[in-house]
């Protein structure tokens, strides 16, 4: 677990995450329209959350010509937005994009997608072209108030946690580390050549190649899920940036004085004079 909860929310959240996974129950059990779940998700906002309902919690939120069912601000800001499905409704790609563009339209970086049962956090990257990560989820009739990996997830949507980097410092965390950077991270020409060289430690005059290693890391060791797709190939541009930028620094860094002298339009610097 990465932070330390006050104890106040720790009890806050024990208190109240068993009254809802009850309710919740309920209401899918009768399958309650999206209305009523929005009413559910209001009062989880506030009872869980601890966001005050009147002033905090603000729904139906107008955002160009359209409305986003809820949004949290505090101290006139919009801390953020969450879209909400109907609780027997599966929260699929399109609702996704509707919530994205909420959030872009309003230029809010944190999004909540949820059914009231499902919740999902994904955070937006304003770059171009705009894009978002995938934050993490929970199940709130799944999850164990007093379980330290459950608390942080529900941290992050606390109202205590906003005047902290809580939810800043837990995406970098999971934007670093998580098996498709590691992968990428293992197919690195440095990592490879650490194999090579305590491979040939193992067998006097081995001889191996870094294709070879390589292509039995690629095809052997990894699974397919970490080495294809969007994330994987987002994670590997990660990695080429950091070693590129590294690359370029340790360049500069071994410029000799001549060099420098050269490159700034100066003579090197001349050899003291031999003393007779």
Partial sequence: MMVKLPQKVIERLTKTINKFQKVLQVAKDRDVNEANTVIIVGDILSDIFGFDKYTEITSEFAIRGTYCDLAIKTDDKIQYLVEVKAIGIDLKENHLRQAIDYG????????????????????????????????????????????????????????????????????????????????AIIQTEDVINIIKRELKKLCSGLRVDNDEIESIIYNEILKREVLDGEIAARAKQRIKRVISKSLKKASVEKIDEPTIQKIIGAQPSEKPLQEE
């Fill in 104 to 183: 872009v339209n309003q230029g809010v970086q944190w999004i909540v997608l949820t059914n009231g049962i499902i919740w999902e956090i994904y955070k937006i990257q304003y770059n171009k072209p705009i894009d978002h990560d995938f934050v993490c989820s929970f199940n709130l009739l799944e999850i164990n108030p007093r379980r330290a990996d459950d608390q942080e997830k529900l941290y992050l949507l606390c109202k205590e946690s906003l005047s902290k980097s809580v939810r800043e410092d837990f995406h970098e965390r999971i934007l670093n580390v998580n098996r498709f950077v590691i992968a």
